[in-house]
């Protein structure tokens, strides 16, 4: 493996026009006075909406009047669901200081949050074994890798995070993010758990320390069918597919960014 794998993927048709507009995006907002006279009060709407957001993408979709009344989380399957979505998101700050250090333990902490419920508890937090290979997969990508092979790509990842690079912060996350959405290490919540990682490259490395903006309300707006096929693109290696996901994945931490100015103008 390269020294720095992640460099070479910054010179891909697109990638570092991309990037380089969801960074401004994002440092627009944080340096905007008005943003941060109420940040704690962005933070936390932008939590609720990015639990809102990333649960739905897998298809559990409720009201957002009936999310902030607290009325969704009934019990149901889908208010489940959001309910699992919203304690992710709230046990991710708690993680971004080990993430740079321990990738693959707060991911296994990630997973044992989000699959409360879900899941026995043996399987809890623990990467998917060959006696227990199966993974859920509400996006339709298909083509799950074998349990061994989603054991290796995920060590892999690990090593590559608490590496140095060249790559920007938006590049690792992507990679990240996909990685984890692809090769679905877990029995369930493989998703809600890759849409987290996002959060955590960008809190961990200095981008959005504060979790501000809304990278999964991004990924909303594009779609899950576009979600879905950029993500099949980057799972088949091929350097455009890659590309495209890159790219997308860059415009939804750009159209998250504005998701926090829409924030601010709903505040009270």
């Known amino acids: 493996m390269p020294q720095d794998p992640l460099a070479p993927l910054v010179d891909l048709p697109g990638v570092a026009d991309a990037v380089q507009r969801a960074r401004s995006a994002v440092d627009g907002v944080l340096w905007d006075r008005a943003v941060r006279a109420r940040v704690a009060e962005v933070v936390a709407v932008s939590r609720l909406r990015g639990g809102w957001a990333s649960a ?73 074994t060959e006696a227990a290979p199966a993974a859920d997969d509400p996006l339709r990508l298909g083509g799950l890798p074998a349990a061994g092979d989603a054991a290796r790509r995920i060590t892999a990842l690990a090593g590559i995070l608490t590496r140095p690079t060249v790559a920007p912060a938006l590049v690792v996350a992507a990679v990240a993010h996909a990685e984890v959405a692809v090769t679905r290490p877990f029995a369930w919540g493989s998703g809600l758990v890759a849409r987290s990682v996002t959060r955590l490259v960008l809190a961990a490395r200095g981008v959005d320390p504060d979790g501000v903006t809304v990278p999964e309300a991004g990924l909303f707006a594009a779609g899950r069918s576009a979600y879905a096929e950029a993500l099949r693109a980057y799972a088949g290696g091929e350097p455009d597919g890659v590309a495209r996901w890159l790219v997308l994945h860059a415009e939804t931490v750009r159209v998250g960014a504005e998701e926090s100015r829409r924030i601010l103008a709903d505040l009270p």
């Open 56 to 128: 739905a993408i897998d298809g559990a979709e409720v009201r957002p009047d009936a999310l902030v009344s607290g009325d969704a989380l009934d019990g149901s399957p889908i208010g489940r669901v959001v309910a699992a979505s919203l304690a992710l998101q709230a046990e991710i700050p708690a993680q971004v200081d080990a993430f740079g250090r321990s990738p693959l333990q707060v991911l296994s902490r990630l997973h044992s949050v989000v699959s409360v419920g879900f899941v026995d508890g043996e399987l809890r937090g623990r990467v998917r």
